[in-house]
């Protein structure tokens, strides 16, 4: 999808979502892994447990922020229900320190699970799990199909990507006027090898968009305008814009 079509479809009606039929009902659970006595326990939803192709969204909430409201709110899993994917949202760490290593143990406990393909794996990061996120994804050896990153802008640029891979961050008014949304736009189109830059303004999301970058790699910095932030909070429908990304996206 070329660039003028990927943000004009940010914002389109979620009804447009293609029907879901299954024949089973869906299946809410929950699912403790541990590293070095420490337990991380995710929140599992998966509507159509019969489709064994669906992808997977891991989500990484903000530490303060309590997985079942992030399932339930920002349109996950009404998004998850239209259009059948499992969802894993990790509950807050014990330890912030050993966040990536036990979201890291997590993905690969679910890929186990559900017999996953890593292309099937997007990773995304709201608020300070946005740190957790690009932390374990940039430093896998393989990177998922997709990483979007909600709400702020963090983590230093990785030496290389997955071909293919592309890396978003979606903000607010307040970060996209700050100087480490300046200085992570400099230093990822920098380190990428950028070489073609796309910005403007549609249906309210100011974008900035750098293709042609190393390893076939695209670094894309949106601003959501008229919200100071961006989050499960803020009314958006997190889920919808999300999957219009990596739709455009696709690897």
């Known amino acids: 999808m070329r ?3 990927f943000i004009s479809s940010l914002l389109l009606m979620t009804g447009c979502a293609s029907h879901q039929s299954t024949t089973e009902k869906p299946v809410l659970e929950r699912m403790t892994v541990s590293y070095l006595g420490v ?3 995710a929140l ?3 509507p159509d447990p019969t489709n064994i192709s669906k992808p997977l969204w891991l989500i990484i909430p903000d530490q303060d922020s ?4 992030v399932l ?7 998004g998850a229900n239209a259009n059948p994917r499992l969802l894993a949202v990790l509950y807050p760490a014990q330890d912030p320190l050993e966040a990536p290593k036990l979201a890291e143990i997590t993905l690969s406990a679910l890929l186990r699970k559900q017999k996953s393909e890593l292309s099937r794996v997007y990773v995304i990061g709201i608020g300070s799990g946005a740190d957790t996120a690009l932390a374990f994804t940039l430093s896998r050896y393989t990177k ?4 979007a990153v909600i709400g702020q802008v963090s983590g230093d640029p990785p030496e290389t990507l997955e071909r293919g891979t592309t890396t978003a961050f979606l903000v607010g008014e307040l970060a996209a006027n700050s100087d480490e949304m ?3 736009a400099t230093g990822w189109a920098a380190a990428m090898r950028c070489g073609t830059v796309v910005s403007g303004t549609v249906e309210g999301i100011r974008q900035r968009g750098h293709y042609g970058c190393k390893d076939g790699a695209t670094v894309l910095f949106g601003t959501v305008t008229g919200f100071d932030d961006i989050g499960p909070t803020s009314r958006l429908n997190l889920s919808f814009l999300i ?3 990596f739709n455009a996206y696709a690897r």
């Open 72 to 78: 339930q709110s920002s349109g996950f899993r009404s």
């Open 3 to 5: 660039y003028g079509a």
């Open 144 to 147: 998922p199909a997709g990483i």
């Open 39 to 41: 337990d991380q326990l």
């Open 66 to 69: 309590n997985a079942e409201t």
């Open 44 to 46: 599992l939803y998966d």
């Open 243 to 245: 999957e219009s990304y």
């Open 182 to 184: 300046s200085l992570a």
